[in-house]
């Protein structure tokens, strides 16, 4: 299947910082790149979908203001959380897909972020 | 309001059975389902996806079945092995390019015994 990456894989940080989440397609062009935050024990909850070249679309209920994500290129997209806040702990998942391919989206390997 | 649902948190079957993993929705537009596969501190791995025209796909020693007027979808795994063992996901997307998003169950956690 297809290589997707994130970096870092684990991050700790200061309460009020903020945290920047790359996530890359390896061996494939992403049209579409997807954000998620999973809870422990819970499922992967979609924050936002961001398109190549094109505004995010944030879920109901995500601050835009404080998870910035930007899809500048076909492989990259990024995640910033600002002002980090212990609430914002968590794990954070990206996928990827490309527009006309027949299988799905493929994960990368998730980000645990761990706000002091 | 949860649209994918996962009612049983968790499974565990004996190695070499079968392993039936279940999934209710409860969107009509939903036309394609897959489920995934996750690890601790890992992200999701595609297993197998199903069109919702067809009501099965096998790939190997997994088969999802589709069931539209009862909007009930399960995966099964035989024999079950002991790799098995992680947290499968079932996941509806919305809309018709591949690009539609995902929306995920809540998650199975399945224990294969040796």
């Known amino acids: 299947g297809a290589v997707v990456s994130q970096h870092p894989s684990w991050v700790i940080c200061k309460s009020g910082t903020s945290v920047k989440i790359e996530c890359r397609s390896l061996d494939f062009q992403a049209t579409t790149m997807f954000w998620y935050r999973q809870f422990p024990k819970k499922s992967l909850m979609l924050m936002a979908t961001s398109n190549e070249g094109s505004k995010a679309t944030y879920e109901q209920g995500v601050e835009k203001d404080k998870f910035l994500i930007n899809h500048a290129s076909l492989t990259l997209s990024t995640l910033t959380v600002t002002s980090a806040h212990p609430e914002d702990s968590s794990f954070y998942i990206c996928?990827?897909?490309?527009?006309?391919?027949?299988?799905?989206?493929?994960f990368g390997p998730g980000t645990r972020l761990t706000v002091l | 309001d949860q649209q994918v649902k996962q009612n049983s948190p968790s499974l565990s079957v004996q190695e070499g059975r079968i392993s039936i993993l279940n999934c209710d929705y409860t969107?009509?537009?939903?036309?394609?389902f897959l489920w995934y596969k996750k690890y601790p501190a890992e992200g999701p791995t595609f297993l197998i996806s199903?069109?919702?025209?067809?009501d099965k796909n096998e790939d190997g020693r997994f088969t999802v079945f589709l069931n539209k007027s009862a909007k009930h979808l399960s995966l099964h795994i035989v024999p079950s092995q002991p790799g098995d063992s992680a947290v499968y996901f079932c996941?509806?997307?919305?809309?018709?390019?591949?690009?539609?998003?995902?929306?995920f169950g809540q998650g199975t956690t399945l224990q294969v015994k040796p």
């Open positions: 996928s990827a897909s490309s527009f006309g391919r027949t299988d799905t989206q493929y």
């Open positions: 199903i069109s919702s025209i067809k």
């Open positions: 969107n009509s537009m939903f036309d394609y």
């Open positions: 996941a509806a997307r919305e809309g018709s390019s591949n690009t539609g998003k995902l929306i």
